[in-house]
Structure formats: structure tokens, C-alpha cells
């Protein structure tokens, strides 16, 4: 799979998680009752899409490094944003115009950045510490369901979905899992990144759900996604080896956190408060 695929699939992963954030939003208020609201078609459309968004983004980390996976994903804001004013009239500010332009030229700029990736070959102590961090993570998550205050969830739903992304780009796919389909699932069951994939994706979303339920949405929004962009990030250049094409390295840094205050900005917009509330993103 080659770079621009690879950026294609990103790519598709934000405009899945974007258009699925409304979907759900429309089913939900179609809903007669919450029972009712999950079973819409438009809800489940919007799964749908959610679902496709996640599996793209995998896709996507097997190629490119964390840093501009985690950035170009960051932009289904952008994509909410401006459906939502398409979809549901929702009231697009003036700022909010500036974040998405900021947002298209720093993804842009990512994306001339980074450079194709070598696969992974990640060590045994390597792996197992990711799911080892995982673990934690739930564990801490946990304690916050009960005590802390939703921005803290918020946190450690970042961090969760950063722990994903960092397993899956350390996860090296099955060879011809169609032609060997039982030893494909059986090297992905004994493989540790594929527990810490599993168990870090349910946790951001249970804990950033929780934190919806009892935050305000801008504030929980913008935590998320600022852990989600930088932590991943800086742990893939450290840990995986992700790196950036010659003389881009501080174009990039500039970019990824541009991403991360464009996402900040439109956190606060009317349009994904319109739709944060009947988003149950899939893990990613």
C-alpha cells in the first residue's frame, strides 16, 4: 500500500467519523424514546459509518506514522461542523470558519510531511507494555467513572484511544489471514497489542461518553482530542520509530499543533454541540 493510499484512508476515516456524528444526532431525534433512537436507520447509518471510519483509520496506521493519522482523523470537527450546518442549520461562526480553513491547510501540510512508513517490528517488551498501559488505563478509568470530574475522564479517554492507535500501528497484520483464516485469528488472539487494541478502544468510549453525559461538550471535546493528537504523537516518534521527511520536522510539529488548537476551537461550536450528544464514536 502506498503513502497516498494510505493518507486516502485517513482521510476517509475523518469524513466517516464526521458524517456518522450527524447521522446519529438526526436518528436520535427521531427517536421516540432512547430504545427507539438506536434502532433509527439514520442512527445505526451513522454506526455504520463510525464503524467504517475506525477499520479505515487501522488501515491507514499500518502506513502512516501516529502523528498524522491522529491529525487528519482530528479533522472530522471540521467535517461535523460544517454538515451539521448543511444538515441540521446549525450556526457556523465566523471563528469556526477560520479553524476548519486552519484546519484543511495544516493537514495538508502533515500530509506533505510524512513520509511512507517501514512496518513496525515491534518488541516483545514493547507490545506487552502497550497492553500493559491499557490495562492501566481502564483501571484508571474506572476510579473516574466514580470520582472524578468529567474533564479527567475526558483525559483518560484520550489517552485510551491514543493507546489504540499506538497498538495498532505497532500490530503486524497476519500474512494471507483470507487463505489461513484460523491461524490468522489465532496469531492475532496470543498477540498482547491486540488486547491492548480491543481494551483501550472500549474504554475511551465508555469514559468519553460518560464525560458528555456530565460535562459540558466544548470543554470535553477539546481535552479529548488535544490528548488524543499530541500523546499518541510524541509516543510514536519515541517509541515506534515514526519519523518525517528532511527539513519538514518543524512544519510538522507547527502543524500537528494547529490541528490540535483548530480542534479546540470548533469542540466549542454550535454544531458539535448539536451532534455530541448522540455520539457513540467507535474506537479510534
Known amino acids: 500500500m502506498t503513502a497516498g493510499l494510505a493518507l486516502t484512508f485517513a482521510l476517509g476515516a475523518a469524513f466517516g ?120 488505563t481502564a483501571i484508571a478509568g474506572l476510579a473516574a467513572l466514580r470520582v472524578a470530574r468529567p474533564v479527567v475522564a475526558a483525559t483518560l479517554a484520550g489517552l485510551a484511544w491514543g493507546i489504540t492507535a499506538l497498538c495498532a500501528r505497532a500490530l503486524t497484520p497476519p500474512p494471507d489471514p483470507l487463505g489461513h483464516p484460523g491461524t490468522a485469528a489465532w496469531d492475532l488472539l496470543r498477540e498482547p497489542v491486540s488486547w491492548g487494541l480491543v481494551i483501550s478502544g472500549v474504554t475511551g468510549t465508555i469514559l468519553y461518553a460518560h464525560a458528555l453525559r456530565h460535562g459540558p461538550v466544548g470543554p470535553v471535546t477539546a481535552v479529548l482530542w488535544a490528548v488524543e493528537i499530541v500523546v499518541p504523537s510524541v509516543a510514536g516518534v519515541l517509541l515506534l520509530g515514526d519519523g518525517v521527511r528532511p527539513g519538514w520536522l518543524p512544519w510538522a510539529v507547527l502543524a500537528t499543533l494547529t490541528t490540535v488548537a483548530a480542534a479546540i476551537v470548533l469542540a466549542s461550536a454550535p454544531g458539535t454541540a448539536d451532534t455530541a450528544g448522540a455520539d457513540d464514536r467507535a474506537p479510534g
Open 17 to 136: 467519523y464526521g458524517v456518522g456524528s450527524v447521522l446519529q444526532a438526526v436518528g436520535a431525534r427521531r427517536g421516540a424514546s432512547t430504545l427507539r433512537a438506536l434502532g433509527h436507520p439514520l442512527y445505526l447509518a451513522g454506526l455504520a459509518c463510525d464503524t467504517l471510519a475506525w477499520l479505515a483509520s487501522l488501515v491507514a496506521l499500518q502506513k502512516l506514522p501516529v502523528y498524522a493519522v491522529q491529525s487528519v482523523t482530528a479533522g472530522s470537527l471540521a467535517v461535523t461542523v460544517v454538515v451539521a450546518r448543511i444538515v441540521l442549520g446549525a450556526r457556523l461562526r465566523r471563528r469556526d470558519t477560520g479553524a476548519i480553513l486552519l484546519t484543511v491547510a495544516a493537514l495538508t501540510v502533515i500530509s506533505l510531511a510524512a513520509g511512507p512508513e517501514p512496518p513496525v517490528t515491534a518488541s516483545t517488551a514493547l507490545r506487552v507494555g502497550l497492553a500493559g498501559a491499557a490495562v492501566l
